[in-house]
C-alpha cells in the first residue's frame, strides 16, 4: 500500500510564506500524476496544484502565480511552495498520488493544516 506523508503545515500570517512536503513510501517515477488538494472547514475539496510524472504543472486559478509546485523524483518527494497566503488559504492539504494501470488508482496522505491569520 502507497504511503504518502505531508509535512510542513502550520501557522502563518497573511502575506507569508509556507512550503509543504509530501515524501512517498515508493519511487514517485511510477506515478502518472501527484498533487495538492485542500478542504477548507463546511466546503468541498478542491484541487490546488498537480504535477506530471514529466513535470507539467497544473494549478488552480484561485492559486495561479502563488503557488508552485514542484518534484524531486530522486526524494520521491512533491513540494508545494505557497507564498502570498491569505485567510482564504485557510485548509487542510492532503498529498494525492495517481496511478494509471489497467485503471486509476488514486492514494491520499493523512493531510496536513494551514491557518493564515489576518
Known amino acids: 500500500q502507497v504511503q504518502l506523508v505531508e509535512s510542513g503545515g502550520g501557522l502563518v500570517q497573511a502575506g507569508g510564506s509556507l512550503t509543504l512536503s509530501c515524501v512517498a513510501s515508493?519511487?514517485?517515477?511510477?506515478?502518472?500524476?501527484m498533487g495538492w488538494y485542500r478542504q477548507a472547514p463546511g466546503k468541498q475539496r478542491e484541487l490546488v496544484a498537480r504535477?506530471?510524472?514529466?513535470?507539467?504543472?497544473d494549478y488552480a486559478d484561485s492559486v495561479k502565480d502563488r503557488y508552485i509546485i514542484s518534484r524531486d523524483n530522486a526524494k520521491n518527494t512533491v513540494n508545494l511552495q505557497m507564498d502570498s497566503l491569505a485567510p482564504e488559504d485557510t485548509a487542510v492539504y492532503y498529498c494525492?498520488?495517481?496511478?494509471?494501470?489497467?485503471?486509476?488508482?488514486?492514494?491520499w496522505g493523512q493531510g496536513t493544516q494551514v491557518t493564515v491569520s489576518s
Open positions: 494525492t498520488a495517481e496511478r494509471r494501470t489497467a485503471y486509476i488508482q488514486n492514494y
Open positions: 515508493e519511487s514517485i517515477i511510477s506515478f502518472y500524476r
Open positions: 504535477i506530471t510524472s514529466d513535470g507539467t504543472p
